[in-house]
């Protein structure tokens, strides 16, 4: 729980990152360990967010930003929530200590949650659900989604939290 209380204190510093993988694959990837209450907790946080989107959608401050909300909306409604590839066992813990709550890549439309979300819990999960909705409508760049990001979560009257881009792309 360290984790926990070291992200309490420093919330400025999201102690994990979430990924964004180029990598072009063919065919489905071969599944690998299944972490039922992972994504147990990934749906219910996609459920959530939705929740907010849809609440977004009346207040966002631009054009831009509704059609973001839309975008988002149709992309997590469709979007299947999974554990990790085989191929991408090493994704959800890097050798610094960070972890990744959630992932996608280029090759499907899944949202893979990793083990360590749980400890996150369904509100942050909520808020990278729609980070990685953004990339899968084809955003590639963390500062651009982490704008949007935060204009959505705004536009939801939600506090959003920092992830691990938001000082690094200037955005605090
Ligand atoms: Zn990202």
């Keep these: 729980m360290i984790v926990v209380c070291k992200l309490r204190q420093k919330w400025a510093f999201a102690l994990f990152s979430t990924f964004f993988f180029l ?3 063919c065919g489905k990837p071969a599944a690998g360990p299944v ?11 996609q459920s959530l967010s939705l929740g907010w989107l849809e609440s977004a959608a009346h207040e966002a401050s ?7 909300i839309e975008d988002v909306q149709n992309i997590l409604a469709a979007s299947n929530i999974a554990s990790p590839p085989s191929a991408y ?3 959800c813990n890097d050798s610094k200590g960070r972890f990744t709550a959630a992932f996608v890549t280029k090759a499907a439309s899944d949202i893979y949650v990793c083990s ?11 808020q990278v659900l729609i980070h990685e909705a953004l990339h899968l409508g084809g955003i590639t760049d963390e500062c651009e989604v982490t704008r949007l990001e935060i204009e959505i ?3 939801a009257m939600r506090i959003p939290y920092k992830n ?7 955005l605090d």
Aim: hydrophobic share 40%; aromatic share 4%.
């Design 35 to 45: 972490d039922q209450a992972a994504e147990a907790l990934g749906r219910e946080a």
């Design 23 to 25: 990598l072009t694959a």
């Design 89 to 91: 066992s090493e994704t």
């Design 116 to 126: 360590a979300s749980k400890r996150l819990g369904k509100v942050f999960l909520a």
């Design 164 to 170: 691990a881009y938001v000082t690094q792309c200037g």
């Design 153 to 155: 979560m705004t536009s």
């Design 62 to 68: 631009t054009n831009e930003v509704r059609q973001a």
